[in-house]
Structure formats: structure tokens, C-alpha cells
């Protein structure tokens, strides 16, 4: 962490005295000074990766310096000092934004510690945030191009994203498994970090998913039995990280025991994505959307519920004609839901849907189990 760019802020001229030459001595780059005010001008001419703050500051508090930073300088990780120790004051200065707080009278290697975990906490979450954007992007990508000539661009999204994202995710993988196993002894810290990972293993499942679905639709996948319920769980982790942000719950019913369909998983799996995405944009903040999968007699059941708007039953009729759409502004082109139905009649199935204005939709969809499941 040498090189780094460290504000220290305190009144006490002997405090700064000691924390200069100290962390200057450890390859810091510092830069001291006695004030609130004083502080905001350095960081509004300069970028400081941690700024250590004494909480007792003339004029401007360090509560207040901590708010201030928080908004000015979001990028600078602030560590609090203080003499007096509360478990209020250091609850507040959390809240505002601070990363942690270290008591009066320290040692320097205290400080030091907390500097380096603040840093590797920063530069984890900062390669954690560029990963999860390369992967939206990706999803956004891939959902532009699922419709016919979708399958060569899809094999080359396959390529950069094993390029691109799966190493490096490895690389904060190992790290962050490592300061784990370091800092044991440090339960805040472990927290960040059980975060980070399960962030970055979150990452890694969507990636593998959107591999798989690249694959399918290269035309690598040929017709075969398939489990439904296998593809509605991957379309649900491309999808999950959208309806989060949209505020969306999304759950999966399945047994162990489905049986197989015969057909091609690429085809299906866009019948999925389709139809999750209609439901999101159909579904506000705080709704639910559901699968449900079983089996009834020699079919597979698939039923996608949503609690959105609902369609008008004037309109039902009409839904799955080519380019019709109630979306027009929106960018919709009509195609999705035809679409849907030539993949479900290719595969000897049937689609059904039941909705109801204010109250939600359902689409039903049965899909034949395969003969040799049948046989079987």
C-alpha cells in the first residue's frame, strides 16, 4: 500500500508531528492539516484514498468533516480518531460513513493496520463494483441480440466475458480469501469481506450462466431431453440482478423428480427470458413474480405469474399476432411473445394465459414429456 495518498486531520500539532513521519517512514505520501475547513480545500484540489480524522475539531467538527467528506469526496475512505471512545460516538461516525475508528493514545502499527485493511477493503470493492458493471453491460448485450442472428454474436460474448471477467474475478477471489484468513482476528473486517465474496461468487454464477447461454445459442446445443427446471434457474440468475435493482421478488417452484422434455435448451430458455422480462415491465416495485413447474400427467406444467398491471381482456386475443404491442413507446417491437409461440409449437406444446387488470398474468405453458421418459 505504499505510495498511497493519506489526509491526517487534527488540532493537536504533536498528533500530526507523529502520524507525518511515521507513515511518511512506510512509503505514505501525507499530507496534514489542523482543521475542517482546511481539509475539504485538500480534498477538493486532490484525490486522498483514506482520510484519518480527529473526531474533537476546532470550528468544523469531525462529524461534521465526516458528513462533508462523505459527499464531497465519496472515494476517500475515513478512518475517526478519538481520545474519548463511546460506543455512540463511534455508532454515528459509522453511520455517516466512516470505515473505523481508532482510541487515543495509539501505536503505530495500530494505524497502520487500520490504514492497510481500510485500503484493501477500498481497492476490493472498487474491482468488485468494475466487474459487476462489465457484467450489466453483458446482460444488456445479451438481451439486445437474443433474437434472430443472436446465436454468432452470443458465442463471441462467450469469449469476452471468459477473457474479460472470469479472471479477474478469480484474482479478487484469492485475495480476498487470503486477507480472510489473515485478519481472523478482525470480525468487522471479516464481514466486508463474506460481502465481497459472496458478491464476486454471485458474479461468477451469473457468468456461467450467461456462458451456458451463449453455448445454447451458438447452436452448440442440438435437440435433446433437457431439464426445464435446470433452465429456468439459469434464466433466473441472468435476470435477478434487474429485478433487485426494479425492488422484485422472484421465486421457483420445482420437485426433484421433473421429468425431461425433448427439445432445444437455447430455444427454452428464451421462452424464459422473454417472459420474465415482459413480467418485469409489466410488474412495479414490490410485486412478485413466480414459477411454478410440475408435472400433470404426460406434460410438464410451466406457469410464470406476475402481480403487474395486467391485460386488458380486449387485448388478449392479440397478444401473440407479430408486432403487436402495447409498448410501442417503450422500444417493444411486438415479436416477443410470437416468438414464444413458434418455440412452443415446435416443441408440440401449448401456451395459455389468464390475466386480470390491477391483479396480474399468468401464462401456462405444457411442454410433452420426452417418449423415452415416457418409455422409461
Known amino acids: 500500500m505504499a505510495g498511497e495518498r493519506v489526509l491526517i486531520v487534527d488540532d493537536d500539532p504533536f498528533t500530526l508531528e507523529l502520524l507525518t513521519e511515521s507513515l511518511s517512514e ?65 455508532i454515528q461516525a ?23 485493511k481500510a485500503l484493501a477493503q477500498q481497492t476490493l470493492k472498487a474491482e ?22 443472436a446465436g454468432g454474436i452470443a458465442g463471441q460474448l462467450a469469449g469476452g466475458v471468459a477473457h474479460e471477467v472470469n479472471n479477474p474475478l478469480q484474482i479478487i477471489l484469492s485475495r480476498v480469501q487470503l486477507l480472510m484468513m489473515r485478519h481472523r482476528d478482525v470480525p468487522r473486517l471479516q464481514d466486508d469481506l463474506r460481502l465481497i465474496e459472496s458478491n464476486v461468487k454471485r458474479i461468477s454464477r451469473i457468468i456461467r450462466s450467461l456462458l451456458d447461454f451463449a453455448r445454447y445459442n451458438s447452436g452448440e446445443m442440438e435437440w435433446s431431453d433437457i431439464d426445464v ?18 425492488g422484485i421478488s422472484l421465486t421457483l417452484e420445482a420437485p426433484a423428480d421433473l421429468p425431461k422434455v425433448y427439445g432445444n435448451a437455447g430455444e427454452i430458455e428464451q421462452v424464459f427470458l422473454n417472459l420474465l ?55 417493444g417491437t411486438g415479436l416477443g411473445l410470437s416468438i414464444i409461440y413458434g418455440i412452443i409449437q415446435k416443441h408440440r406444446g401449448k401456451i395459455e394465459v389468464e390475466s386480470q387488470v390491477g391483479v396480474g398474468t399468468t401464462f401456462t405453458i405444457h411442454f410433452p414429456i420426452s417418449e423415452r421418459e415416457d418409455e422409461g
Open 94 to 116: 459509522l453511520r455517516q460513513g466512516a470505515y473505523d475508528y481508532i482510541v487515543k493514545p495509539f501505536k503505530i502499527h495500530e494505524v497502520t493496520a487500520t490504514l492497510e
Open 26 to 90: 512506510q512509503g505514505f505520501r501525507t499530507v496534514a492539516v489542523q482543521d475542517g475547513e482546511r481539509a475539504l480545500e485538500v480534498l477538493r484540489q486532490g484525490n486522498f484514498r483514506v482520510a484519518l480524522i480527529d473526531l474533537s475539531l476546532p470550528g468544523m467538527g469531525g462529524m461534521d468533516l465526516v458528513r462533508e467528506v462523505n459527499l464531497t469526496a465519496p472515494e476517500t475512505t475515513m478512518v475517526i480518531m478519538t481520545g474519548y471512545p463511546t460506543q455512540e460516538s463511534a
Open 229 to 246: 427446471a435446470h433452465l429456468a434457474r439459469q434464466t433466473c440468475t441472468l435476470i435477478q440482478h434487474q429485478l433487485d435493482k426494479s
Open 128 to 149: 468488485v463494483g468494475a466487474l459487476r458493471a462489465r457484467v450489466r453491460e453483458l446482460e444488456l448485450e445479451l438481451k439486445r441480440h437474443q433474437e434472430g442472428t
Open 277 to 331: 422480462l415482459n413480467a418485469q415491465h409489466a410488474t412495479t416495485s414490490g410485486g412478485r413474480i413466480e414459477i411454478r413447474i410440475r408435472t400433470v400427467e404426460k406434460s410438464v406444467v410451466v406457469q410464470v405469474c406476475d402481480t403487474g398491471t395486467g391485460i386488458p381482456k380486449e387485448v388478449l386475443p392479440k397478444i401473440f399476432e407479430p408486432f403487436f404491442t402495447t409498448r410501442s413507446a417503450e422500444g
